[in-house]
């Protein structure tokens, strides 16, 4: 995990589905999306988190998971 407090790449297109949407505040939304952008992969499997820092400069996929205390998608 990069883990910095700065973007470390273009956000591009957000998208997010109704479900996600009606079920998770605003607030924990951007709070996931600022990290995630921040290199910071939340709750991924190590394998996951290793492979994002390793394809991070090469723009491909990156995968980040998030939990919030109301709702586990």
Do not use: K, Y
């Amino acid at each position: 995990m990069i883990s910095r407090h700065t973007p470390q790449f273009p956000a591009g297109q957000i998208l997010i589905t109704t479900s996600a949407q009606q079920q998770l505040r605003e607030s924990d939304v951007r709070q996931s999306l600022r990290r995630h952008l921040a290199g910071d992969w939340g709750d991924c499997e190590p394998e996951d988190a290793a492979e994002n820092d390793e394809t991070l400069l090469q723009g491909e996929r990156l995968l980040s998971v998030d939990h919030t205390a109301a709702v586990t998608l």
